[in-house]
């Protein structure tokens, strides 16, 4: 079952790439906090602009909490976000001399940085063998019955026993891409796929 699966979604997206844009290591750990509760789209408009003045962590050391507020404002949760962004360029600059951890176990206890994020970060960026789990990728996986998990905590530990081999960046980016355009929270777009016959959603709906 997983082996179709991923099968098709290779198909339907073959070259995924994150659609948040960034050009160094720490803009796409900042860019995926923005994304907390916030379209790509939106952090990807508040990002050009932050980014272009503040490439790294030590330009970062340059920005007030307001300014940074005022910057990420419409990214939503702005003070919270704005307040973990500044503590953690404080710790990547004095104990990383600049740069982000590769561990997902030390990613995770940078402020603000969650289990969803240092697994998406560090299998986006050094390979970490560790599938970060969005609303999509818990809604699809589940939905295809994969998984049959209640927290993404779950979700993520069925899939280490389970396809621990299938588990890598590709996967992450294509369950979201599938989730975001096809198998959508509202509107799954089961007539025309190809998984159906698989699919316990589609096989158990009334
Ligand atoms: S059949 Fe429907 S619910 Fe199942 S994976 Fe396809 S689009 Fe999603």
Not at 58 to 76: C, N
């Amino acid at each position: 079952m997983i082996k179709r699966v991923i099968d098709y979604l290779t198909e339907l997206f073959p070259n995924p790439e994150p659609e948040l844009k960034y050009e160094n290591d720490f803009q796409l750990l900042v860019a995926v906090i923005l994304s907390a509760q916030c379209t790509d789209k939106r952090v990807n408009q508040v990002t050009e602009q932050l980014f272009k003045k503040y490439p790294d962590s030590f330009s970062f050391e340059k920005l007030s909490q307001q300014d940074l507020e005022k910057m990420i404002f419409s990214t939503g949760f702005y003070h919270n976000k704005a307040k973990n962004i500044l503590a953690l360029c404080k710790i990547l600059n004095t104990q990383y001399n600049g740069k982000v951890p590769h561990s997902p176990d030390e990613l995770e206890k940078l402020p603000g940085v969650g289990r969803k994020t240092a697994n998406v970060v560090s299998s986006a960026l050094f390979g970490a063998n560790r599938l970060g789990v969005d609303t999509h990728v818990f809604r699809v996986t589940n939905r295809i019955g994969l998984v049959n998990a209640k927290t993404p905590l779950e979700v993520e530990k069925q899939w280490n026993k389970k396809y621990p081999d299938f588990i890598n960046h590709d996967t992450h980016f294509r369950l979201v891409l599938f989730g975001r355009y096809f198998c959508k929270a509202q509107k799954p777009n089961c007539e025309n796929c190809k998984i159906k016959n698989i699919c316990k959603y589609y096989n158990t709906k009334e």
